[in-house]
């Protein structure tokens, strides 16, 4: 019977097809997803359905949305033990924005009122992108919107589901907490007729968290640029925006980011470096010389960046004026780093002798096995030359510019 309904089961993944519409007929503006288990279920199969095609259509600036689910044939209860096909729509209706359409003739018609949208907030920062491939400049704009933005939140409420199928673990944001800021990036372009349109391209949601005692620290919680215009360096831009908006804030403590995934990780620093090395705390000379409350300092006051990742910079930077070739040069800085991703391990080591002294051997030997082995110097090295192959990464993107 399971051979006989293999044909029946299908990725998700490979069925689905997003596209940002300006024209209907371009199929260059489609897309597809990078995981569907937030919506149909770990597995991320589909069940019951002949050539299954799902179309998700998204006007380009407003977002109006259509909804096509196309099949050549599905299982039939009758005909198969009882057995149903899984409700695809239904999948899709707990999560998809109110609104959404099923009428293709309908959609289209929706397009034509995208021709007037205008992001909604206020204008942060305007910028241009020249295409690697060549030709002509693209223009982009960088919006800030809160809750209380009119009309915002019911363009939110379709933009955010872009999440579900780009980022792993995503959620909702409780749009009740005015705390909420919203940084939004559309492309402004011209269009045949010659009037100006916007394209949706990224986007950030920012908290602003409470901080003792009259103080707040926004954290970056969630970032996400749509696949079509990745690689281009909106994300940059985006985060960028976001400094400049808080960092004269004088009641900004520090602006910090919410489980950043590897690759924002490396976006951050690599914006955070382009920053910090206009400090005088950060020039080579005094690199060489070590991570100093100098640097925290400079870094927290002008560009609102924690220690922590004040320190992470000062690594990034000092690797960048380090000649590897100078063999004495380049084994201080690895010291120097690894004596840091060392730390922690020599904390446990004093906590586990204290507990020696004090614990029966058994007891001893329990607390050991419940949390791991201890750390080893290979562990150690291989944390290192990973975190040297990451740092590189940002110091070509800088070499770049």
Known sequence: MTDALSHLVVDGNEVLEFKLVEDIEDDDTSFGPEMCHQVFGENENIFGYTDLHIKLFYSAGSLQTYLGIEYTDKIEPSKSGGLKPDDVEGALRKVLAPGYVSNLDHFISMLEKDKYFTPHGHLLHSFTVTPREGGDKRTFE?????ISTPGFLAYHQRLQTFLLWYVDAASFIDV???????????EKYHCSDGGVRYATAAYATVYRYYAYPRHTRPRVSQVLTLPPYRKIGLCAELLQSIYSHFIPQPEVMDI?????????????DYVDAKNCDTLPAYQPAKLLQGFTPEMANQ???KFKINKKQARRIYEILRLKSTNTSDKTAYLNYRLDVKNRLNAPFQKKKLEMKKLQKVLKPEEYAATISSIGAMETQGRLSSQYLSLEEEY?????????D
Do not use: G, K, M
């Open 256 to 268: 910090t980011v919410e489980d950043p995934s590897q690759e924002f990780q490396r976006i951050r």
């Open 392 to 400: 590189r990464r940002v110091i070509h993107r800088l070499e770049q």
């Open 299 to 301: 870094a927290c006051n």
């Open 176 to 186: 009740d907490d005015e705390q909420w800021t919203f940084f939004t990036v559309f």
């Open 142 to 146: 960088v919006y800030y919107s809160e």
